[in-house]
């Protein structure tokens, strides 16, 4: 069994910068990618950011340059950067791991960005 927990969520101005971070537990491995998705209301489930091993990384257009998806091996742990975040940021984000294969799903951290 994986249990994803995410944390770092909140209240920030535009402009502003957040870090999330997800731990797993269970039979996680190193090969399996960890990534992040968010939802806002009335919007479908969108890819953000997913890193495969250290130098395989993948952003959503809309977050290049702004975002920066990391993994600690160690602590089996995933983290989003966020930098100069925007209203249109503001969504539930879903950290998942193996998203390709079995896809588990963490409980969601909301991040709420005001103009």
């Known amino acids: 069994q994986v249990q994803l927990v995410e944390s770092g969520g909140g209240l920030v101005q535009a402009g502003g910068s957040l870090r999330l971070s997800c731990a797993a537990s269970?039979?996680?491995?190193?090969?399996?990618?960890m990534g992040w998705y968010r939802q806002a209301p009335g919007n479908q489930r969108e890819l953000v950011a997913v890193?495969?091993?250290?130098?395989?990384?993948n952003y959503a257009d809309s977050v290049k340059s702004r975002f920066t998806i990391s993994r600690d091996y160690a602590k089996n742990t995933v983290y989003l950067q966020m930098n100069s975040l925007k209203p249109e940021d503001t969504a539930v984000y879903f950290c998942?791991?193996?998203?390709?294969?079995?896809?588990?799903w963490g409980q969601g951290t909301q991040v709420t960005v005001s103009s």
């Open positions: 998942v791991a193996d998203p390709w294969g079995r896809a588990y």
């Open positions: 269970g039979s996680i491995f190193s090969g399996n990618a």
């Open positions: 890193i495969r091993n250290p130098g395989n990384t």
